[in-house]
């Protein structure tokens, strides 16, 4: 009987070997005509290809971009969005002219491009922006509407806007630029300013109003130079401790960032540590870094500028790695590849200010920004 046993084990066992070796080489065969006989060559396409190190692989925060609808059609721009972010924000199409076209109009058509382009690769939106005072559209203003008729304007605004995109947008600029860099409120061209007898109150509203149609989103106080600006810095800590002693839900604070190679990086630094002693998520909101400071015809964007950059680029986030841990909220590039930056209009000069160049290669910038990420 062991005998038998013994046998069929024998058997069974070179029967097992041949088989494996059978299978083995259909395989091998078959991975050899597939090399031969395919065209396509060895590599991925370019626009594939991943870089030497994906950013929102190394970093442990939001890693977010500013994008419009227009590029997305272009495969190189959706694939770097795809690869080498983990947000984004809209860089036009979610503002508030944009979306409000009459008194009971809205224009959805981008807003959801974003949105949808966003949840169908697993990217998360960061909305940008319910209330700027560059936003509101002509007909509102047409209206000079009282302050009773204002607020529930904006308030069912606010409430149409974030309880159609409620779980989808995870986080919200509430309010956007209202102080001056001395710290004053802004009231040049300020619908609010020319409305409200306390617009800090009425700003503190709209924070609720969205905290009402989105109980879960995050909600940000967005403005630029704020870790530059001591005065206008000031000013927002003291509207956000209002906040906190009125019950008032903020989350966070954004500064944008749109700096320079030049600017002082001890007063970065001291800026961002005291941004985050509110003990609020700090989000680098719009970074970009402009090298052509000069605005001169003849810049060339040479090696040596693209370092500078890049040391800039991996001071800023080495300043950021140095705060708490859980107020890290993101850090969003305003724009994917210099290409396309708002700069080319509003600086009037050749700018090259993103971590990816025209053809969506990595720059030193992006090295840069990698060499700055803590590397636990
Ligand atoms: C800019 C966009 O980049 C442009 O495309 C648009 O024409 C105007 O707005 N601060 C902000 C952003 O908060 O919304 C601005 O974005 C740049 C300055």
């Known amino acids: 009987m062991t005998k038998r046993i013994n046998a069929m084990n024998n058997r069974f066992f070179r029967l097992s070997i041949w088989t494996c070796t059978l299978v083995l080489m259909v395989m091998l065969q078959a991975a050899c005509s597939t090399k031969g006989d395919d065209p396509r060559p060895d590599t991925q396409p370019p626009d594939e290809q991943p870089g030497p190190a994906i950013l929102k692989e190394k970093a442990a925060f939001g890693m977010g971009a500013a994008i419009k609808t227009a590029h997305l059609t272009e495969l190189a721009y959706a694939n770097t969005v795809k690869n ?53 559209p002509g007909w509102f203003k047409n209206a000079a509407y009282d302050s ?43 619908p609010v300013f020319a409305t409200f007898k306390d617009p800090i109150g009425f700003y503190g509203r709209c924070f609720e109003y969205a905290h009402e149609a989105d109980p879960e989103a995050r909600l940000f106080y967005n403005d630029y130079s704020v870790v530059l600006a001591s005065a206008k810095r000031s000013a927002i800590k003291r509207m956000v401790s209002r906040f906190k002693n009125e019950g008032i839900p903020i989350h966070g604070i954004g500064d944008q960032f749109h700096y320079r190679v030049t600017t002082d990086k001890s007063t970065i630094k001291n800026g961002l540590t005291d941004m985050a002693s509110t ?21 060339a964007f040479t090696q040596a500028e693209a370092q500078k950059q890049a040391d800039m680029y991996r001071f800023i986030v080495e300043s950021y790695e140095s705060l708490p841990d859980n107020q890290k909220f993101a850090i969003t590039t305003w724009g994917v ?14 700018e090259y200010p993103l971590l990816f160049d025209q053809n969506y290669q990595e720059k030193e910038a992006y090295r840069g920004f990698l060499a700055g990420l803590k590397n636990d």
Request: glycine share 6%; aromatic share 14%; with cysteine.
């Open 84 to 136: 080498h972010f983990s947000q984004v924000t809209a860089e036009w199409e979610m503002k508030m002219e944009l979306i409000w076209s009459s008194a009971s109009g809205y224009n959805w058509n981008n807003a959801d491009r974003i949105v949808d382009f966003a949840s169908d690769n697993g990217l998360e939106v960061h909305g940008h922006t319910l209330v700027w005072y560059k936003s509101f």
């Open 148 to 190: 009773i008729a204002f607020e529930d304007h904006v308030k069912s605004y606010i409430q149409t806007t974030v309880g159609r995109y409620k779980g989808r947008v995870k986080s919200w600029d509430v309010a956007n630029e209202i102080f001056n860099d001395n710290g004053t409120l802004r009231s040049t061209d300020c």
């Open 279 to 299: 003990g609020l998520l700090i989000h680098l909101s719009e970074l970009d870094i402009i090298v052509n400071v000069l605005q001169s015809e003849s810049y």
């Open 337 to 350: 590849t210099d290409k396309y930056t708002w700069l080319t209009d509003y600086w009037h000069a050749k």
